[in-house]
């Protein structure tokens, strides 16, 4: 019987990946269309009748495609930067600005649970596209390294698995390749050899010094929303790390992306960066999660009697996520002892749960669980988000990824309202969280009165 070798099973994936004709297919969803009366109802709050006189008296503004329905007019997802623009000039500007305080700085939200099918990734698509809506400045950052996301938000996938960049992953290398020069520095100062690694790895870590951050961030179909790819080479991120981190004694991985993105100046570029993670805590989502200043754990409640799996759930996850960061600070520890310096532990400022996939019969357990959380809490913030995502089996059918795409004429309005206004709440219940971390920020910065006279 003939044995395959790796040259062939590159030859199979990319043939698998090709079409017909040799090229590779990298198709690309398009953008769906928003009606006047979505626009008025969630985007631009107003009456659709003052929308319509406003563009009467601005035709320089877009006015959109005249429809079948009802004589309606459809506008692109990129209309809304230029009409919001626009009403943000009005007296009642706050009501079409996000409320972002100069100087606030991107908190970085990372979407957790170490077990799968806790739905994630939808429960990002739906937070992030809300946010952008909403006039926000949105970057998501895919380290699901099988992760479907970029394709859920219209960016074209990848093909094959070397060669370019790996995503988020390129990032932890051009931290490795910093801690190397830095280390290899220090070295020949001492009049001592460089650190002997293998010749690709430091042919790889120090490549990545050149890298470009923003060489990372694609467009996403909604304006305002950028992606950071999960890239094929992503796949063996956790082995990677770990080869580097063996080669590398005293690289932090968990330190090392959190710097390269304030490096970036990501949090300056946007207003919000949302991550999502794999299942399991290994090197890469731990590096992730080690980064964020808010942890959101998605707990879905898709059915009546779901509280008590769901706590169970919620409870190991947070567990495990526990042990894994108590290993990390000891670590931190150690290597600050051997530098001198005083060890700074890692934390969040936010540790939230999101209930999700709920929906009618589910209220009960979504009751529930809020009666469960609110016995022993220990945390000093909310723990529960109050606004739960629904369920919405109409994604299947329709064959997209998140409610944003969802066109509602295939639905009809009544049945898409009421999913739209609760995807809307949940948004807006981490919104406030945002908001209030950016008042402490602001209170942190003001310079404190002096108690002398």
């Known amino acids: 019987m003939a044995s395959l070798e790796t040259t062939d099973l590159q030859r199979l994936a990319q043939a698998i990946l090709s079409g017909a004709d040799g090229t590779t297919q990298t198709a690309q969803r398009p953008s769906r269309p928003l009606s006047i009366w979505e626009i008025t109802t969630w985007i631009l709050p107003m009456a659709s009748e003052h929308l319509r006189r406003v563009l009467a008296q601005n035709p320089a503004l877009p006015q959109g495609v005249a429809g079948a329905e009802g004589g309606t007019r459809w506008f692109a997802p990129a209309d809304m930067q230029p009409l919001r623009a626009h009403f943000a000039q009005s007296a009642r500007k706050n009501r079409y600005l996000p409320p972002r305080p100069v100087g606030a700085q991107a908190a970085v939200v990372a979407m957790t649970g170490p077990q799968g099918g806790t739905g994630r990734t939808t429960a990002l698509l739906h937070l992030a596209t809300a946010a952008a809506l909403a006039g926000y400045r949105v970057l998501v950052v895919d380290a699901d390294p099988g992760g479907q996301l970029a394709a859920s938000l219209g960016v074209a996938p990848v093909a094959g698995s070397s060669g370019g960049s790996a995503g988020v992953l390129s990032l932890l290398a051009q931290g490795a390749g910093q801690h190397l020069r830095g280390v290899n520095q220090s070295r020949l100062d001492r009049g001592e050899e460089p650190l002997a690694i293998e010749d690709a790895m430091a042919e790889a870590l120090t490549g990545a010094l050149n890298l470009s951050p923003g060489a990372l961030v694609e467009p996403s179909r909604w304006p305002g929303l950028d992606v950071v790819s999960a890239r094929p080479a992503m796949m063996l991120g956790d082995l990677q790390i770990t080869n580097w981190r063996m080669a590398l004694r005293g690289w932090q991985p968990w330190r090392a992306l959190a710097a390269s993105i304030e490096a970036a100046g990501w949090r300056q570029s946007y207003d919000l960066i949302l991550c999502d993670t794999g299942r399991g805590l290994g090197p890469l989502a731990l590096s992730v999660l080690a980064s964020a200043d808010v942890l959101v754990m998605p707990v879905p409640l898709h059915e009546a009697d779901a509280v008590s799996g769901a706590v169970t759930a919620m409870s190991q996850g947070l567990a495990a996520l526990a042990d894994a960061m108590a290993s990390l600070d000891q670590e931190a520890q150690r290597n600050a002892r051997a530098r001198g310096q005083a060890a700074q532990p890692f934390h969040w400022r936010r540790v939230l749960a999101l209930p999700t996939r709920v929906q009618g019969a589910s209220q009960a357990a979504l ?38 795409d969802l066109d509602y004429r295939d639905v009809g309005r009544l049945a898409y309202a009421p999913l739209r206004d609760a995807t809307e709440a949940a948004w807006q219940g981490l919104s406030e969280v945002l908001i209030t971390l950016w008042a402490e920020d602001a209170a942190a910065r003001a310079p404190q009165a002096s108690l002398s006279l």
């Open 367 to 404: 009751a529930g669980l809020a009666a469960r959380l609110a016995g022993g809490n220990p945390l000093p913030s909310p723990f529960l988000l109050p606004n739960p995502l629904p369920e919405v089996p109409q994604l299947a059918a329709a064959g997209v990824g998140q409610v944003y």
